[in-house]
């Protein structure tokens, strides 16, 4: 973090408590200084349930999930997840990568390109299928299901 510059700036503007209090251990000025709370305008998401999940994907009865859930950006590292996947799968067949969020349409076929090369047969269960909370289903990659 940038202190110097967190210090002349007017204020700080937090989205928590917690990051407050973070920012506040990490140096005790970032404590005294002026901010402002502003938490993000996101409703909050309900709970999800497994079991209808599960049911909706029956090919993934018996297997153990892997999620990554954010938006799928180049900076996000995907490529390594899917290689480090690709070799967990050598040794645990019954494990699935579950990749979620909205991307560039160029760049998550060129994951799901790079994920069916490494995994032999991967391939995607829904493409932008929406969920009941209208969030993207972005990825499903797994081998046998």
């Known amino acids: 973090m940038e202190v110097p510059i967190l210090l002349n700036a007017a204020a700080i503007h937090y989205t928590s408590d917690t990051e407050r209090n973070e920012a506040a251990e ?12 502003i ?20 090919g993934l009865k018996n297997h153990r999930l892997i999620l990554f859930l954010s938006r ?8 390594l997840l899917i290689d480090a996947f690709a070799r967990l799968r050598e040794k645990k067949k019954d494990v699935v ?9 160029a760049y998550v076929r060129k994951l799901r390109e790079r994920s069916r090369r490494l995994q032999h047969g991967a391939r995607s269960l829904e493409r932008g299928e929406e969920d009941k909370e209208g969030r993207k289903i972005a990825e499903l990659f797994g081998r046998g299901i």
Do not use: T
């Open 26 to 37: 990490l140096n005790s000025q970032l404590a005294e200084h002026e901010s402002a709370l």
């Open 72 to 79: 799928i950006h180049p900076m996000k590292g995907l490529e």
């Open 97 to 105: 990568l579950v990749i979620a969020g909205d991307g560039e349409k």
């Open 39 to 58: 938490s993000l305008p996101i409703a909050q998401a309900g709970r999800g349930d497994a079991a209808v999940f599960r049911a909706r994907y029956p």
